[in-house]
Nanobody, 127 residues
Framework: QLQLVESGGGLVQPGGSLRLSCAAS????????IAWFRQAPGEERVGVSC????????TYVDSVKGRFTISRDNAAKTMYLQMNFLKPDDTGVYYC????????????????????WGKGSLVTVSS
């Protein structure tokens, strides 16, 4: 079965760190553009970070620049989101996604055209 399986969410205090993992099952991430999205309570899902398969250059939403790092391990078929200096505003359900034929910018900002999605990991930043 082709799917993305997420792990790593949880409760963390402000200033703390978490690493989210997203493992591909049944396919490799090598030729896919990948992204992480966040859906805060009562809000729409928005892009947090992404890497294009063609450029391999990471992109981050302004609110997480300098704190979050997206990466992939093609051999392990896994993508990661390292989150440092977490803030209460980072709270939400985080989704990973992968897409093979994506264009423009909406695949990164909104997830348009992505082929596979994880089921989501809840991250709660609270003291």
């Amino acid at each position: 079965q082709l799917q993305l399986v997420e792990s790593g969410g949880g409760l963390v205090q402000p200033g703390g760190s978490l690493r989210l993992s997203c493992a591909a099952s049944g396919f490799t991430l090598k030729d896919y553009s990948i992204a992480w999205f966040r859906q805060a309570p009562g809000e729409e899902r928005v892009g947090v970070s992404c890497i294009s398969a063609s450029t391999d250059i990471p992109t981050y939403v302004d609110s997480v620049k300098g704190r979050f790092t997206i990466s992939r391990d093609n051999a392990a078929k896994t993508m990661y989101l390292q989150m440092n200096f977490l803030k209460p505003d980072d709270t939400g359900v985080y989704y990973c996604a992968a897409g093979r034929m994506v264009y423009g910018s909406r695949w990164c900002t909104r997830g348009d055209g992505m082929d596979y999605w994880g089921k989501g990991s809840l991250v709660t930043v609270s003291s």
